[in-house]
Every structure is written in structure tokens, then in C-alpha cells.
């Protein structure tokens, strides 16, 4: 049996942005804080989003300094201008960091405390401010998941807090809010959505609903990631990527992420590497790794991205698919944590204490092969060239 959670309400398709006042007054919401950041709030997007909600006479105030990485500091910051106004919602627009910063936000302002005390395995399922996610990436799929992530800084770990108090009460997926989205962040954000795909279709936590949502986002999302790479103004292929990443994004709040995931975060925490980047770093190493206990599963992946034929073996589509992993980062410029400049001397310093945050995240025991601490190590010297 599976438990299924979702939004109580999404907005879907080009424009949808333009509905937000209709969709919070169909939820009895009507003074909302805005949490985005600094270059949303420069480019006119902020602008845009308060002027829509002024012509419905909804008065709404604007938090302007959320960090990429969201850290305890920045979230407490939001939560003190929460608490000046008499606020019913809070709306994170932008990419995951905004959206994982509202979640926050929306529990410590209602109920206080900190996130430390809400850190995994700890569940969070008493509801507090209603949560509007408005993503303006096609990646991390936050606007659809019970997960938020935020980095304390006193020791540099990223902290995963889940349960139903993070779903987002309302998503508005709106992909042309992404057109303007420069290549190397679509690029890292596109490979992060499709490593919830496939972690979420081999975890060991997958029901068939979550299944059928990873499988439709590997189908939307492999074909056009290079295509919207390319041709920035492809609105088909943005659509595809955003509808892929909202699949995604539903597929791993269900079934959980696996062992990228629980590797990713303590790149991002102590060598600030964005997450879909550090997702990218490692997804064909660990893929390599974790196919042969669960070599049909990844066989599905490779078939449903279309690397390899319906005839082709398991064996063989998951080679090519490794392979195709492989040169998919190649030409999307993704680096090597090598090339991209982190200190080899501080990288194998820190590899114990990266290896014990990512085990102790619980993401890799859904893997279907489940590292120890040494083979943690092991991958993540492999991944370093």
C-alpha cells in the first residue's frame, strides 16, 4: 500500500502566474509575504508578481534576501519580517532555494523553534502557514514535495527536513517564467529533476503511482534537457522540462531520493556547489555503482529516456545509459568537483565526515544498493576527476 501526497491545488500551463490572485482567493488567502531573492527582485519578476496581486487589491510585502543553499541565519531573517505583518501565507517564488526557504518560514513563524529540531528522521506533519510555491526553474521540483532543505552554518550541514507540513498548499507552474533562465543554470537544473526521476523510480521506497510519474518525467525530460540547452526560446521543449520536473518532483516527495542525493548535499554544504551541479558531478558514477542490484529497474530508466531500444538487454541498456550520462555532462559543461576548482587537500580532508552527513541523511538506504561509509569514500574519490 502507498500513501500519495500532493498539493492541495495547482495551476498549470503558460500564464498560469496571472491566476494567482483567483487561486489564493479560492482558498480564503488574501495577505501573503513574498520570499524570493535578489536577482528575482532586480530583474522585474518581483515587480511583475506584486503588480498582479495590487490589480486583485491584494497587499502583499516582499522579503528580498533569500541565499542560494538556504541557511538558518537567512531563514530566521524571513521569519522576523513574517512576524511584522499579519500575514496568512507565504508565496517562495523563484527555484528551490526561495521555495525551501517559505517552508521554513511557514513552520518557525506559525510555531517557532528551529530546523535543527525538525532535521530527519524527524517528521514535520502539523501544517502551518499555508505554503504557496511559485518555481521559476525547471528542477527541483520543490513546489510539489514534503521536503525542505537548509544549511546550518555552525558546522556546514545541510539539513533534510521532511513531512506534510512542507507540501506546498497551492503550486503555480508556469514554464514561461523559466525563458529567461540562462543555459548553466537549465542545464544543472534540468539534470537535478531528472535525478529525482530515476532515484525515485529505483528506491526502494517506489509504489506504481510514483513509478508512473518518474517514468513520464524521464520521457519529458531527457529529450528536450539538450534542446533547451541550446535554443533557450524553445517553448515547447521549456514546457516539457517544466511539466517533467513538476513529475518528478511528485514522484521522490512519494518514493524518496537514494544515494545522489545523500552524497549531493555535503558537496553543496561545504564547497557551496549549487545542488543540481553537485547531483550532476555524481549521477553516472553512482549509477555505475548502484545498477547491478537493480539492473531491470535502470533498464526502465534507459528505455524510457529513449538511450536505448525496447529489444536491447538490461545489461546493455543501462551501459548505454551510464554512457550517455556521461556525455550528456560532457556537453552540458558540467565539471568534474576537479575542474570545478574545490581543493583536492580539503576534498579528501573532508570526504569521513562528507561520507558520515550523506549515511546519516537516510537517503542513501533507499538505494537499492546500500553503501557503508568506506564505499561513500570510495565513490567519492571516483567522482573527483
Given at each position: ?77 524571513a521569519v522576523d519580517l513574517l512576524k511584522e505583518g499579519d500575514h496568512d501565507c507565504v508565496i517562495g517564488f523563484g527555484g528551490g532555494s526561495p521555495i525551501d526557504t517559505a517552508k521554513a518560514v511557514a513552520i518557525l513563524g506559525s510555531r517557532g ?50 513531512g506534510l507540513a512542507y507540501l506546498p498548499t497551492l503550486a503555480i507552474v508556469d514554464y514561461e517564467l523559466t525563458l529567461s533562465k540562462p543555459a548553466r543554470l537549465t542545464a544543472d537544473t534540468g539534470i537535478d529533476a531528472l535525478t529525482h526521476a ?84 555524481l549521477l553516472p558514477v553512482v549509477t555505475a555503482w548502484s545498477a547491478p542490484a537493480a539492473l531491470s529497474r535502470y533498464a526502465d530508466c534507459a528505455r524510457a529516456m529513449g538511450v536505448t531500444g525496447p529489444a536491447e538487454g538490461d545489461q546493455d ?69
Amino acid at each position: 500500500m502507498a500513501s500519495i501526497m500532493l498539493p492541495r491545488a495547482m495551476r498549470i500551463g503558460s500564464g498560469a502566474i496571472n491566476e494567482l490572485p483567483e487561486a489564493l482567493g479560492q482558498l480564503g488567502l488574501s495577505s501573503p509575504v513574498i520570499l524570493t531573492d535578489e536577482f528575482l527582485a532586480g530583474s522585474g519578476a518581483l515587480d511583475r508578481l506584486l503588480d498582479i496581486l495590487k490589480r486583485a487589491d491584494i497587499a502583499a510585502r516582499a522579503f528580498t534576501e533569500v541565499v542560494p543553499d538556504p541557511t538558518v541565519a537567512a531563514v530566521d531573517a524571513a521569519v522576523d519580517l513574517l512576524k511584522e505583518g499579519d500575514h496568512d501565507c507565504v508565496i517562495g517564488f523563484g527555484g528551490g532555494s526561495p521555495i525551501d526557504t517559505a517552508k521554513a518560514v511557514a513552520i518557525l513563524g506559525s510555531r517557532g523553534g528551529t530546523m535543527r529540531q525538525r532535521k530527519a528522521p524527524h517528521q514535520e506533519n502539523e501544517p502551518g502557514l499555508p505554503i504557496i510555491a511559485i518555481p521559476t526553474t525547471a528542477g527541483t521540483g520543490s513546489e510539489a514535495t514534503r521536503f525542505t532543505i537548509i544549511t546550518d552554518e555552525a558546522n556546514d550541514e545541510k539539513m533534510l527536513c521532511a513531512g506534510l507540513a512542507y507540501l506546498p498548499t497551492l503550486a503555480i507552474v508556469d514554464y514561461e517564467l523559466t525563458l529567461s533562465k540562462p543555459a548553466r543554470l537549465t542545464a544543472d537544473t534540468g539534470i537535478d529533476a531528472l535525478t529525482h526521476a530515476m532515484e525515485a523510480y529505483v528506491s526502494k521506497l517506489a509504489s506504481p503511482f510514483s513509478d508512473s510519474m518518474a517514468l513520464a518525467a524521464m520521457r519529458a525530460i531527457w529529450p528536450n534537457l539538450r534542446r533547451v540547452c541550446e535554443n533557450p526560446g524553445d517553448r515547447h521543449a521549456r514546457e516539457a522540462m517544466m511539466i517533467g520536473s513538476l513529475q518528478a518532483g511528485i514522484a521522490f516527495s512519494n518514493a524518496s531520493v537514494a544515494l545522489v542525493h545523500g552524497m549531493s548535499r555535503p558537496i553543496g554544504a561545504h564547497f557551496h556547489v549549487a545542488h543540481g551541479l553537485s547531483n550532476a558531478m555524481l549521477l553516472p558514477v553512482v549509477t555505475a555503482w548502484s545498477a547491478p542490484a537493480a539492473l531491470s529497474r535502470y533498464a526502465d530508466c534507459a528505455r524510457a529516456m529513449g538511450v536505448t531500444g525496447p529489444a536491447e538487454g538490461d545489461q546493455d541498456a543501462v551501459g548505454h545509459m551510464v554512457e550517455a550520462l556521461g556525455v550528456v555532462n560532457r556537453d552540458l559543461g558540467v565539471p568534474t568537483p576537479k575542474s570545478y576548482g574545490i581543493d583536492e587537500a580539503r576534498w579528501n580532508e573532508l570526504l569521513p565526515i562528507m561520507a558520515e552527513q550523506a549515511l546519516a541523511s537516510g537517503s542513501p538506504a533507499n538505494n537499492p544498493r546500500i553503501p557503508n561509509l568506506d564505499e561513500i569514500q570510495a565513490l567519492y574519490r571516483e567522482a573527483w576527476v
